[in-house]
């Protein structure tokens, strides 16, 4: 309308942003206090594949408990956190704690994959690869059973450095994943250029698919030419058994979402392994 057109709209908005960000600059200012006190944690999402109806793995999430503000999202503190340079104190923690939790699930003959986020940024640190592959010996976790997942993907596509780096945690075993897949940067460029062998198509896709006509050719179109490259598909933020059923007749592998599961704590995650172990025993 005019007074957005004008700009008025901004100028009412413009001090509550300024406090935005504020609050989120002195949030950053503790965020590695945070991590040490265990103020940060991990959720883990369970994965779910679609042919077995098991849980494969889960994906971990960062959560922030803070004192006085309570929970804070993810989407809150990491995107400045990767602007600010300060995203690598907490990516290798939260590297060490999934892989700690999935050594853990697996050391009780439970076959039990992670997923863990990692910034582009990253791909800049000279001693991710060495220092992935010494978390994954030191907890004694099979190297395939460890998922990256990469977004913002244009300026990795784009770095013949970034694209070596990723083709070195291929070479030690670890599987890497487009996350967001569809949604802004990722494009088919992307898809041909950077070495992943799973792509996560974004949940703004994948809700409708049930109703909406152009949502289930794009997604069935996906599907079909990630298998054709040798690419195993996720379906993100599957909410309804619909979307569940038509994901399942288009043939994708695994499904993330609340309906199959909400992110959880690690002991809330251990107890519904336990259970689906002692259903599918009996
Ligand atoms: P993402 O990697 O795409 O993670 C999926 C997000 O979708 C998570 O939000 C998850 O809680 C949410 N989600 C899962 N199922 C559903 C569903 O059925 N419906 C809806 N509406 N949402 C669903 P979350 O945990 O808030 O994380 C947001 C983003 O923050 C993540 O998106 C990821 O980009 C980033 N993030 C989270 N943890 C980390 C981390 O440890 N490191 C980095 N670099 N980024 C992280
Ligand atoms: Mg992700
Ligand atoms: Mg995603
Ligand atoms: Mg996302």
Not at 87 to 112: D, P, Q, W
Not at 123 to 142: K, N, Q, W
Not at 189 to 203: Q, S
Not at 227 to 247: C, I, K, P, W
Request: charged share 25%.
């Amino acid at each position: 309308d005019a007074a957005a057109d004008a700009g008025l709209h901004w100028k009412l908005h413009e001090p509550e942003q300024e406090d935005d960000s504020a609050w989120r600059l002195s949030l950053l200012g503790r965020l590695d206090a945070a991590i040490d006190s265990g103020e940060i944690w991990v959720a883990y999402q369970p994965k779910i594949d679609l042919s077995s109806g098991r849980i494969v793995g889960s994906e971990a999430l960062v959560r922030w408990s803070h004192p006085e503000k309570g929970p804070i999202s993810p989407v809150d503190f990491i995107p400045m956190a990767e602007q600010q340079n300060r995203i690598g104190k907490l990516t290798y923690h939260v590297l060490e704690t999934a892989i700690r939790a999935a050594a853990a699930i697996n050391s009780h003959g439970i076959s039990f994959g992670i997923a863990v986020n990692l910034s582009a940024r990253l791909l800049d640190d000279p001693e991710l690869v060495v220092r992935v592959s010494s978390i994954l010996t030191e907890h004694g976790l099979a190297s395939n059973l460890l998922t990256l997942e990469i977004t913002e993907t244009v300026a990795v596509a784009n770095s013949a450095h970034s694209i070596a780096v990723l083709n070195r945690l291929r070479l030690i075993g670890v599987v890497l994943s487009i996350d967001d897949y569809g949604t802004g940067y990722s494009n088919l460029e992307n898809l041909r250029t950077i070495p992943a062998t799973e792509i996560k198509i974004d949940r703004s896709f994948i809700d409708a698919i049930d109703h909406s006509r152009s949502d289930a050719v794009m997604v069935r179109s996906t599907i079909q030419m990630a298998h054709s490259l040798g690419q195993s598909v996720v379906a993100e933020g599957v909410e309804r058994e619909e979307t569940l059923r038509a994901l399942r007749v288009m043939g994708c592998d695994l499904v993330q979402g609340y309906l199959t599961g909400r992110p959880m704590k690690f002991g809330a995650l251990s107890r519904l392994l336990l259970k689906e172990r002692r259903r599918t025993a009996a």
